[in-house]
């Protein structure tokens, strides 16, 4: 197969070009900055379209011609979640492209509405849009959190130092609201590549769907002994709350602040959705694929800054 990867030079981008090409496809990048990607990186595409922005049409076009399959690999940013991603799959529709995975890698919003979480109302505007409009059945992956945002890498998904945030480095503290007992499914971004490269390659992905899939599924608490097992340094559990007055804070947060920089409060809402279960899995997909998930006791090895 040659797979398209647009925002191939983001975190997940990037990861899609060694687990597609490990499994022998040729993978196809677009994006606007070509340094970002290192030389093996850049080496290992079939070629790299630049375009000057979301909305460089005849660069999309340029893109998808020719390609089995397009994975939108877009950064948060609504604008490229809603009007980059319709963008593209109409290019991919001009191209006759069957397979679409849609930037998604992240909680269960289709059990949210509109307006429930502002982080995820383009995917959710998204799939109803093409649901009416377009042939192309997308591809969704749900990932639960991503280890990397849950440990509060800068740089990964919605994290900065202005962000409530449930990792605390420097002081080795977990900030939990409620009992810290609600379990928290967790991917890595290396196995969201992994998930999402076999996924692309089943006899049936041109159907499209939903696919819920972690590397594992553990409560803060249990996170917290795992870290000091594998570290020996103890944790602080800093209880901040209950479940009800988190709601409430977050509401405030959102009332009395800028939906502009809705990023600024909307780690409480993922902490509120992770928190009170809404974002649970009813079921798992990863029995279907044959990926080995990475342990956090794996992945607190890869990182060591943790």
Not at 78 to 99: F, M, Y
Not at 159 to 178: A, C, E, F, R
Not at 256 to 269: A, Q
């Amino acid at each position: 197969m040659l797979v398209l990867i647009a925002g191939v030079t983001g975190n997940i981008g990037h990861k899609l070009v060694q687990s597609l090409t490990e499994r022998g496809h040729l993978v196809r990048g677009l994006g606007r900055s070509p340094q970002k990607l290192c030389p093996e990186t850049l080496a290992a595409l079939e070629r790299l379209e630049t375009c000057s922005g979301y909305d460089d049409i005849p660069a999309l076009d340029r893109a998808c011609a020719g390609v089995d399959a397009v994975v939108c690999a877009y950064n948060m940013d609504p604008r490229l979640q809603l009007d980059g991603q319709l963008l593209l799959l109409r290019a991919a529709e001009r191209a006759g492209v069957n397979i679409y995975v849609a930037a998604s890698w992240n909680g269960d919003w289709s059990k949210l509405g509109l307006g429930k979480h502002e982080a995820y109302d383009a995917y959710v505007s998204f799939r109803h849009h093409v649901e009416m409009t377009s042939p192309i059945r997308p591809i969704y992956m749900y990932i639960g959190i991503f280890a990397e945002t849950m440990f509060s890498m800068f740089g990964h998904g919605h994290v900065g130092p202005d962000m409530p945030l449930v990792w605390d480095s420097d002081t080795k503290t977990i900030n939990i609201w409620g009992t810290g007992h609600t379990t928290w499914f967790w991917t890595t971004e290396m196995d969201a590549a992994e998930f999402t490269a076999e996924v692309i390659q089943r006899d049936d992905a041109a159907q499209g769907g939903f696919w819920n899939l972690c590397s594992g599924a553990h409560s803060l608490r249990e996170i917290a002994q795992i870290y000091e097992r594998e570290r020996g340094i103890r944790v602080k559990l800093n209880i901040q709350g209950s479940i009800d007055e988190l709601e409430a804070k977050a509401l405030n947060a959102r009332k009395n602040g800028d939906k502009r920089n809705y990023h600024l409060y909307t780690g409480l809402f993922y902490q509120l959705y992770a928190s009170n279960g809404d974002l649970n899995f009813r079921k798992l997909d990863n029995d279907r694929l044959q990926v080995s998930g990475t342990s956090i006791e794996e992945f607190l090895r890869q990182h060591p800054q943790i």
